[in-house]
């Protein structure tokens, strides 16, 4: 076998074994983050939240799932079957996708390593760094892939034959595309900085200090967008005070009405997966995704930035968290005036005046 | 074609055939509180016709007093507007102590006060609770259902029940107020004015909660002397009008309180009055506490209770509303006829007036403002 070849298959196991490492631990963490989410909002209303199963209620996602196994599994009479099974399927793989280009690291693994007298290089197609797929137009898949996500609410609201179902995908469908505009845009500024759409890219080019005290995060240099992304962000996720897509006292459950068993389940793992992804996107955009002090330290390397990255996106659920026990929930029409009316042309002005701050900045 | 017509055919020119939906709200909905039905036309989100159907908790309860003695009638009356037990008693035993025309010591008028006040912030404060989280606000539910819990705690330690204390009495009390509650209920009353300060952070000047309930539920104060709307929505719609002050029974015209009104004749104001309902309602309490009359808790009867021949109606002011009382006796043990007039029953009326035209959101919202009662309403 040619040798370049040997270190192509090298480098395709390890970006296998990634992609099987990540997707295991972004599972056990899902399930974890809907106990999070119960502690927390139980700390937040003076109350305990589930601590009964395993010390600290720690068992509390296993239970919660083998009870799911265990449901039966409901298909609604004049259903329209195969839109109706689509649905969680597509909305629970847009919320694992999106971590596809996400950085959750610098570089996890040496560049080049002996093993069994032979030295294989495992740089091929980055896979010795923290992303699964180093793409140059990273930007623009996230979003395609969160355009995919909202079909999986317009086609569970449309599958499951039920009126209320049906309001919850109308609304899922205009406020996401309305608030993804307002996203799509407020990154504008950080294109026009770094000149990379590669997420890979953007957190380098937020790596330093000022002064050696105020890291170089694009949340001081572009605070506007870094304002509306979170907004939108809010809304594309669907979690309070923006929830109208469930919206329990309106639509009881808006769109997932009618599901049941496991593809209730998979619809409440992919809320919260793509409530990860909306942190880790904003961690990345604006927060310095994985940069942080001494990640290059030889030795620390591998793992500070994994672990910088891990602590700001929980930073950031645990902001989602603390909202939803804060805010009452906005009106649907409110927040489509809100996003047209006010958040686009922001992010216009903020398109505008972004040559300026990156003058100020000195970028320019 | 009648001008209503030729506008209705240029607007669908205008917006294309659209075609409305129906939905059932209820019996089953999370924001019914209850068994209420609305049965609801949408226009994509517009509600265009609302139509409630009511009727799901019917017990009878006014044809089953018919076969009770008068004093037998008295737990009947706690299972009408479960959430302000001591109301629905203090209302029936007026009633029939004005058919009697006896009256009821001070000490025993004061401690009628002091329960049905300590409902009245219990109600009041479950319903800001529940609007709250009908609006998504999920946290201030949690932090009032903790004052609640402690009122419970005192209706428990007076009268032995939680929801339906059944205390009361024709011609006063079952028994007086146990030696330790003063102190402890003082002790409450101290630090209740802090907690609805808390609440108010929580809410009243929330940007989302006032965008939710500013306007919303609009209902002007000639339309509520029209539907014969009462209480805190009345009060909102800047009708000034509280039974306790203006038809005083019960010694309420030895307490200072103020009646609150606010002119907005929205949610919101039905919100604040509320609010404010409970720092009044706290006040008097307090008042009550401080110079509670010695002497019986009520006075002596002897014997069956067979009031004179003859027809009443008394009303006093529940948390909801004027709650009133009609009945009609032959001079038997048992009243001839009882009628309740219920003041969510009454104020429901006003739900399709309020929502008609506006967005589904706001019905939830608007219907969460009456305050509704289903035990109350279908009785």
Request: proline share 5%; charged share 20%; glycine share 8%.
């Amino acid at each position: 076998m040619p040798e370049s070849n040997m270190d192509l298959v090298a480098s395709v196991i390890l970006i296998l074994v990634k992609i099987g490492v990540f997707f295991a631990l972004f599972m056990l963490i899902l399930a974890y983050v809907t106990l999070l989410e119960r502690r927390l909002l139980g700390f937040f209303q003076e109350r305990y939240g589930p601590n009964r199963v395993g010390w600290q209620g720690l068992l509390q996602p296993v239970a919660d799932g083998i009870k799911m196994f265990m449901k039966e599994d409901v298909t609604v009479s004049e259903a329209n079957k195969a839109v109706y099974i689509l649905a969680p399927i597509v909305f629970v793989a847009a919320a694992l996708m999106t971590f596809s280009v996400i950085p959750f690291g610098d570089v996890i693994w040496p560049a080049t390593m002996e093993i069994g007298g032979r030295v294989y290089n495992f740089t091929l197609a980055n896979a010795n760094r923290g992303v699964i797929a180093d793409v140059n137009v990273a930007i623009l898949i996230v979003f395609a892939i969160s355009s995919i996500g909202i079909y999986g609410l317009i086609m569970a609201g449309w599958g499951s034959n039920n009126k209320y179902a049906l309001l919850g995908g109308v609304r899922a469908a205009a406020v996401m595309i309305s608030y993804e505009l307002a996203a799509g845009l407020a990154l504008v500024g950080i294109i026009m900085t770094t000149g990379s759409m590669s997420l890979m890219d953007i957190v380098k080019f937020q790596g330093g200090c000022w002064f050696g005290v105020i890291p170089k995060w694009f949340c001081f240099t572009q605070p506007l967008a870094f304002v509306i992304f979170l907004i939108a962000v809010f809304a594309e996720t669907g979690r309070t005070p923006f929830d109208f897509t469930e919206c329990e006292n309106e639509l009881v459950a808006g769109y997932q009405m009618e599901y049941s068993s496991m593809k209730f389940a998979l619809f409440y793992l992919a809320e919260y997966g793509h409530m990860i992804a909306a942190s880790a996107l904003t961690v990345t955009f604006f927060l310095g995704g994985w940069q942080g002090p001494f990640v290059d330290v030889p030795g620390l390397n591998y793992f500070l930035p994994v672990i910088y990255f891990c602590v700001k996106t929980f930073m950031l659920v645990f902001f989602f968290i603390w909202v939803r026990a804060t805010y009452p929930r906005f009106r649907y029409d409110l927040l489509m005036k809100l996003g047209w009316k006010v958040l686009l042309p922001a992010t216009l002005v903020n398109i505008l005046i972004s040559p300026f701050t990156m003058k100020l900045f000195g970028y320019l | 074609m009648a001008e209503p017509e030729i506008r209705l055919h240029q607007e669908k020119r205008k917006r294309g055939e659209t075609e409305t939906m129906e939905i059932n709200m209820g019996p089953q909905h999370p924001s019914t509180h209850g068994v209420f039905r609305a049965v609801v036309e949408l226009d994509g989100e517009t509600v265009v016709k609302v139509v409630p159907h009511l009727g799901y908790l019917h017990r009878g309860i006014e044809k089953i007093a018919e076969n009770r003695t008068y004093h037998q009638v008295i737990p009947l009356t706690d299972r009408l507007d479960y959430m302000a037990g001591a109301s629905n008693n203090l209302g029936y035993c007026l009633t029939v102590e004005k058919l009697l025309g006896i009256e009821v010591p001070p000490r025993g008028q004061y401690i009628r006060v002091i329960l049905t006040e300590l409902s009245r912030i219990s109600s009041h404060l479950f319903w800001a609770g529940a609007n709250a989280h009908d609006l998504g606000a999920m946290t201030p539910f949690f932090f009032m259902v903790r004052e609640r819990e402690q009122i419970l705690f005192f209706l428990e330690m007076i009268t032995g029940s939680r929801l339906t204390p059944s205390f009361f009495r024709v011609g006063g009390m079952s028994m007086d107020l146990p030696p330790e509650f003063r102190d402890e209920c003082m002790k409450f009353i101290k630090n209740f004015p802090p907690r609805v300060d808390e609440y108010e952070t929580l809410l009243t000047e929330n940007k989302i909660w006032k965008s939710r309930t500013q306007g919303v539920g609009y209902l002007s104060a000639e339309d509520c002397i029209k539907l014969g709307i009462s209480g805190p929505m009345a009060r909102a719609a800047g009708i000034d009008w509280d039974l306790r002050k203006n038809q005083p029974y019960s010694s309420y015209d030895k307490f200072d309180f103020k009646t609150v009104v606010y002119h907005g004749c929205d949610a919101y104001d039905r919100y604040r009055v509320r609010m404010m309902e409970m720092r009044q309602s706290n006040e008097i309490i307090r008042q009550a506490l401080e110079s509670l009359p010695e002497g019986d808790h009520s006075v002596t009867m002897k014997g069956t209770l067979k009031p004179p021949a003859g027809e009443v109606y008394m009303a006093i002011e529940a948390p909801r509303g004027e709650l009133g009382f009609y009945i009609v006796s032959d001079g038997t043990a048992q009243p001839f006829r009882m009628k309740v007039r219920a003041p969510t029953f009454v104020n429901l009326q006003s739900l399709p007036k309020m929502c008609e035209g506006k967005l589904f959101s706001d019905m939830v919202a608007a219907l969460s403002s009456v305050d509704l009662v289903l035990a109350e309403v279908d009785r």
